[in-house]
């Protein structure tokens, strides 16, 4: 997982890094294409639902993100329907953090926060063995 400097939240799908978003739009195909709202998909990711995600609903959340990242439908339904079946579990993790990214963007600010250091910690040696007892 990676997030780019302008905000924009990248993941690896089919082997290269793309973009993944997921707006009002995306999330309203996939709930008429479906007839299954977007939160009950969140439980059934998040193991609070009655059943698990099928595979069909966690690819076509990738798909869907992958469009609102700016591919074309068409360029995102042939990479996802060509990742092999060895790929569905990546995929749900995958589509776990993208709709933890969509629900909870503040996930994006707090990785920007890690990935550039506390300023109070960063001049400070990280320890690398135990102190040293007193005899």
Same mark, same amino acid.
């Given at each position: ?8 939240? +990248?993941?690896r799908?089919?082997?290269e890094?793309?973009?993944l978003?997921?707006?009002n #739009? ?7 294409q ?9 439980d059934q ?12 609903h &966690?690819r076509d959340?990738?798909?869907l993100?992958?469009v #609102?990242?700016?591919?074309?439908d068409?360029?995102?339904d +042939?990479l996802? #329907?060509?990742?092999p079946?060895? +790929?569905?579990?990546v995929?749900r993790?995958?589509?776990?953090? &993208?709709?933890?990214v969509?629900?909870?963007?503040? &996930?994006?600010?707090?990785? $920007? $926060? $890690?990935?550039?250091?506390?300023p ?16």
């Amino acid at each position: 997982m990676s997030i780019a400097r302008s905000g924009v939240y +990248e993941e690896r799908v089919g082997g290269e890094f793309r973009r993944l978003v997921l707006r009002n #739009g995306e999330i309203e195909r996939f709930e008429e294409q479906h007839d299954l709202g977007i939160f009950e998909v969140w439980d059934q990711l998040f193991g609070r639902g009655e059943r698990g995600p099928q595979a069909r609903h &966690v690819r076509d959340l990738i798909a869907l993100a992958l469009v #609102g990242g700016g591919m074309s439908d068409r360029a995102a339904d +042939e990479l996802v #329907g060509s990742l092999p079946p060895s +790929e569905n579990l990546v995929l749900r993790e995958t589509a776990k953090r &993208v709709l933890g990214v969509t629900f909870l963007p503040a &996930v994006l600010d707090q990785s $920007k $926060k $890690k990935e550039a250091g506390s300023p109070a910690r960063s001049g400070r040696p990280k320890r690398t063995t135990a102190p040293a007892t007193k005899s």
